[in-house]
């Protein structure tokens, strides 16, 4: 028996064209806005964190997440153009394995997101004063399960033979056979753990947070409160399910594929293009998130409104200028120590 197989190898392989044109495009399509967007999303995070208290720390994580995937998509454009990888096996795997830990830790900061904003609501008296130290733990925990997670990508695309794989990257590598039992509980616990386990949590958030807004005590300023708690985890509902539910629908079908488990050539093709689609839909996530920041929060919109960024780029410009004068310096940190500070 063979130890790897060729990605997708059959008679039937015209799909591979297909995937990689649609790769390019669809990359192509998500590299620009996704550069700016997350840029200046993590700009305003960065000025204005003092303001922000509300999982500010969780957004920023994410916000690096899906700029990190941005910044891979070039030499994935490149690869798809030209077919051929040129810059060695090991930048090729790093490329591979960071793909899905960005993926995953977009799934991990979204549901992080989401309960933070249920907690401060339905338990504000407990979470209101919640120091952020504590939620910069949570991320450096959750970067770390995630990379420990992730291994098993590259783990199982790694090709003992040096001719086959040197100059094929990301779609092409081969895979290698697993024993069916074992392939079938690696799945099934990625499954559970990377989008069966998040999406309920976010669904229970939202269904709570919907529960609430039914009570009858509640007064206006609360209810305007549980309004917006539930605009951002119902977007962040919206947004889990369309960029990540496809991908982990297809995921087990095309690692079967890939494993020449499929083997019939209708099947194999409507199960690759479907990958391929729900691959791109996943990278999407990189522009959908800074939607969720302008849209739910209400801080953010209020900066990227035209008077508060001619102010805010005036008061990071003053900043800078004055970092090295200390009676300028003195008076713009008392600016920035005053949350309640109009320009």
Not at 48 to 53: T, V
Not at 68 to 82: G, M, W
Not at 265 to 287: D, E, G, P, T
Request: net charge positive; proline share 4%.
């Amino acid at each position: 028996m063979r130890n790897t197989m060729a990605a997708g190898s059959s008679d039937c392989n015209g799909e591979n064209d297909f995937s990689k044109r649609f790769y390019a495009i669809m990359y192509t399509i998500i590299l620009v806005p996704g550069l700016i967007w997350n840029i200046l999303a993590l700009w305003v995070f960065y000025g204005y964190m003092r303001e922000m208290k509300r999982a500010v720390i969780f957004m920023m994580n994410l916000a690096v997440a899906d700029l990190a995937q941005v910044l891979s998509l070039p030499l994935r454009i490149f690869y798809y153009l030209s077919e051929s990888w040129y810059l060695g096996r090991e930048m090729c795997m790093l490329c591979f394995y960071l793909k899905y830990v960005n993926m995953y830790a977009s799934i991990f900061f979204l549901v992080c997101i989401s309960v933070r904003r249920f907690l401060f609501l339905m338990y504000p008296f407990k979470f209101s004063d919640c120091k952020r130290i504590y939620d910069v733990y949570i991320c450096m925990a959750g970067w770390i399960v995630v990379c420990v997670g992730c291994l098993p990508f590259p783990l199982l695309r790694l090709s003992p033979n040096e001719t086959q794989a040197n100059n094929k990257c990301f779609v092409d590598l081969p895979v290698k056979a697993v024993d069916g039992t074992i392939s079938i509980a690696m799945m099934t616990l990625g499954e559970l753990v990377g989008f069966v386990t998040p999406l309920l949590i976010i669904l229970y958030c939202s269904w709570k947070t919907i529960l609430s807004l039914r009570e009858n005590h509640s007064v206006s300023q609360d209810l305007g409160e549980k309004q917006k708690a539930l605009k951002m985890i119902l977007t962040c509902a919206v947004v889990f399910l369309i960029c990540f539910a496809p991908y982990h629908i297809s995921f087990p079908l095309d690692y079967l594929v890939k494993a020449n488990k499929i083997k019939d050539c209708y099947a194999r093709k409507v199960i690759l293009i479907f990958h391929a689609v729900a691959l791109c839909l996943a990278s999407l996530n990189s522009c959908v998130d800074p939607v969720i920041y302008y849209f739910t929060t209400d801080e953010f919109r209020r900066r990227l409104s035209r008077q508060d960024l001619q102010d805010s780029i005036q008061l990071h410009n003053t900043r800078y200028g004055n970092r090295n004068d200390p009676k300028q310096g003195t008076a713009i940190e008392g600016v920035v120590e005053n949350p309640n500070y109009t320009p």
